[in-house]
């Protein structure tokens, strides 16, 4: 499917993303690290996922990729070239993004032929005639009927809009597709008709695609590759199978028991509290997950774990090796709180 | 579903034949058509279905707070013996908060900003004649510290900015409880929220219900919610009860069609595999501008016959105890449509 041998589409190297905070008027500045040393390869045509809750940092990852956001340190290479080198006109032709809400994310005075030509009248100089081929072509490879160009947002459900939103991204014929959150606004029903359609795509267009999402369950069914992103740092990236069936990472055992399934059967565990997520501008020494950890020693209250290899994933846990040789001999994981 | 008051003891909420219209400047909307169910004491009753089925509109009638282009009708809306459809808001204000109440989707809206927590939840119990504020004090302080929050009395003198999304639903929960209500009302109680505080919400909601014994209406658009909590369950597609059934009948023999693709649809449903294509319902929702003749799933249905389009109106079919759905084909043949679509011999 993609060759990992070839350079990297995308590249990113230790990056770094902190903003200025002020909890009161006289209090100091502190920092909060919103992406913090991040390093990642993603293969040409790859599919990978980003996954993790709110406020560890995934869209403003998504934002530095789309050159949205500057990085405070790091570097990121698109294509072997950095990211900085590149030109705002440039990097459309090779990122392009799919945001969460097709309500805000379109133009409601455009018709959608208007929307989804967008990113070519500002960047090329085609005639009216070719600009409006290629957006008949696009909007019937997103399945869209061609009578909707002349169309307002207004007048369209979720799933229409986001298949303009996807066209829109498209024109360009982009490399990469950063996807952030496409289907949370969206019904079960049309959500899966989305998610088939970006995963047709990215094979059929070779594209390599960021899929950035808080739902474990779309990223299982979709993805090959999985990142799980903890306050800001990656805490396990592996294989998706791997990932789901042999978890290493504390967080991540936690992430997939959260899965409700589908199961009357099921039952839903005892409630247990642990007064909420730490501070993100003042995180705890050490691991940063280790106030809720059940398996926390000294060692990952005071030294931070660095991304390891760990059997067939990589995982930032200094206890994993205990952890996997405990539940490989029968060891039931505790309730985590 | 049929009238079935007489076997079990007599429902909290009993609402016969609701119909909810929207004026809009296109034409009127049947946003509801003949919405019939009972609440039992003491039971979760889900109602799921996707966006402008008509769930929370339904439930926004019964609490009267229906937008001024909305007109609601029902044959019967009887709460805790009394019935509230057309209610005068002096009156409804004595029973909203009271004995009924309601959890909304988005904490953070559903709470004052201007006001600490405290001031927010002594209040209710305050307005409600059910004591003084030190009393009231008191319970909330109680109740804050049985959804889990540590330190209640202190946090009382918090505004809710200065509180996180799972903790500022957990105030929205404590505050629903202040009266001791018969029957809240949880619209997408959880939606808003972190995966791993979700479970723990919903965990919550279930203890306090065994606790209090009280009645839910959770509203929601997630099998998995509904699964993981609720007693009986009523799937709405298109302003109408498709189906109505016990949760584990419901997913062991989805009769409706929309049921059964809504069941499909779910990614966490079956084996995962990136390879295949995730399961969909084609098409989409229809208009309810106008009178509607005939299923209003009959574009979507794979099942779908001339027939479906030329009744006036699907009537509920039962089959089982508990168990009704709103589909011209018989039982049997719609439960081989689901075991066949999974390679079971029928």
Redesign the interface.
């Known amino acids: 499917m993609f060759d990992s041998t070839a350079e990297p589409a995308l590249r990113l190297c230790d990056v770094e993303v902190s903003f200025p905070v002020r909890r009161g008027f006289f209090s100091a500045a502190g920092k909060l690290h919103a992406v913090n040393k991040v390093s990642l390869d993603v293969a040409r045509g790859e599919?990978i996922s980003i996954v993790g809750?709110?406020g560890c940092g995934k869209s403003t990852l998504a934002k530095v990729l789309l050159g949205l956001q500057p990085v405070t340190s790091g570097t990121i290479q698109i294509n072997g070239k950095n990211l900085a080198d590149y030109s705002r006109k440039e990097l459309a032709y090779q990122v392009q993004p799919i945001f969460q809400d097709p309500y805000s994310s379109l133009n409601p005075r455009k018709s959608v032929a208007a929307n989804i030509a967008l990113p070519l009248i500002l960047s090329e100089k085609l005639t009216a005639r070719e600009i409006r081929k290629r957006v008949h072509e696009i909007m019937e490879m997103v399945s869209l009927p061609i009578r909707f160009e002349h169309s307002y947002p207004s007048q369209m459900?979720?799933?229409?809009r986001q298949r303009v939103a996807i066209a829109r991204a498209l024109i360009t014929r982009p490399r990469i597709l950063v996807c952030d959150e496409p289907t949370s606004a969206l019904?079960?029903?049309?959500?899966?008709?989305i998610?088939?359609l970006l995963?047709d795509l990215s094979r059929r267009l070779n594209l390599t695609s960021i899929f950035i999402s808080?739902?474990?369950?779309?990223v299982?069914?979709?993805?090959?590759r999985v990142a799980v992103m903890y306050l800001g740092r990656v805490v396990e990236l592996g294989d998706?199978e791997e990932i789901?069936n042999n978890p290493r990472h504390p967080y991540t055992q936690?992430?997939i028991?959260?899965?409700?399934?589908?199961?009357?059967?099921?039952?839903?565990?005892?409630?247990?509290?642990d007064?909420?997520?730490p501070d993100p501008t003042n995180p705890p020494p050490g691991c940063h997950f280790n106030p809720r950890c059940p398996y926390a020693t000294d060692l990952c209250r005071t030294a931070l774990p660095a991304l390891i290899k760990a059997g067939d994933a990589h995982v930032a846990c200094h206890a994993w090796h205990d952890i996997d040789a405990w539940r490989a001999a029968g060891g039931k994981t505790p309730q985590l709180s | 579903m049929a009238d079935m008051t007489d076997a079990c003891p007599a429902p909290i909420l009993s609402v016969r034949n609701l119909e909810v219209t929207l004026r809009t400047p296109v034409g009127d909307l049947q946003a509801t058509r003949g919405v019939s169910y009972d609440i039992l004491p003491g039971e979760t009753f889900a109602i799921v279905g996707e966006s402008g089925c008509g769930k929370s509109i339904a439930s926004m009638a019964l609490m009267g707070l229906l937008p001024r282009i909305a007109h609601a009708s029902a044959d019967r809306c009887r709460f805790d013996g009394q019935e509230i459809l057309g209610l005068s808001r002096r009156k409804l204000s004595r029973i909203r908060g009271n004995t009924l109440s309601m959890i909304f989707q988005d904490p953070m809206t559903s709470l004052n900003p201007v006001y600490t927590i405290g001031d927010q939840l002594t209040e209710v119990f305050v307005r409600h004649g059910k004591g003084n504020r030190a009393q009231a004090r008191e319970r909330a302080v109680f109740l804050l510290e049985r959804v889990g929050i540590k330190n209640a009395s202190a946090r009382l003198n918090a505004y809710p900015h200065q509180l996180s999304g799972g903790l500022r639903q957990r105030v929205v929960i404590a505050m629903a409880m202040m009266c001791s209500p018969k029957l809240i009302i949880a619209d997408e109680p959880t939606t808003a929220l972190d995966v791993t505080v979700q479970m723990r919400t919903l965990a919550l909601l279930a203890e306090l219900q065994k606790e209090f014994g009280l009645s839910i209406i959770l509203i929601t658009h997630d099998l998995g919610v509904v699964a993981s909590l609720s007693d009986r369950v009523a799937v709405m597609y298109a302003g109408q009860i498709v189906e109505t059934a016990p949760t584990a009948q419901l997913f062991a023999d989805p009769t409706h069609p929309y049921t059964q693709g809504l069941i499909r649809c779910i990614p966490s449903y079956g084996t995962p595999d990136p390879d295949s294509e995730l399961s969909t319902i084609p098409g989409m929702v229809p208009s309810l501008i106008g009178r509607q003749k005939g299923c209003a799933f009959r574009n979507r249905c794979p099942l779908a016959f001339s027939d479906c389009g030329q009744v006036a109106e699907v009537a509920l079919q039962k089959t089982g105890e508990d168990h009704a759905y709103r589909c011209l084909r018989p039982h049997d043949s719609l439960i081989a449509h689901w075991r066949g679509l999974h390679g079971e011999s029928v």
């Open positions: 599919f809750e709110s459900s979720g799933g229409q019904d079960v029903s049309v959500q899966a008709q998610l088939n995963r808080h739902d474990l369950s779309v299982r069914h979709l993805t090959r998706s789901f936690l992430l028991r959260s899965i409700l399934p589908p199961d009357p059967t099921y039952r839903l565990p005892p409630v247990t509290w007064g909420g997520g």
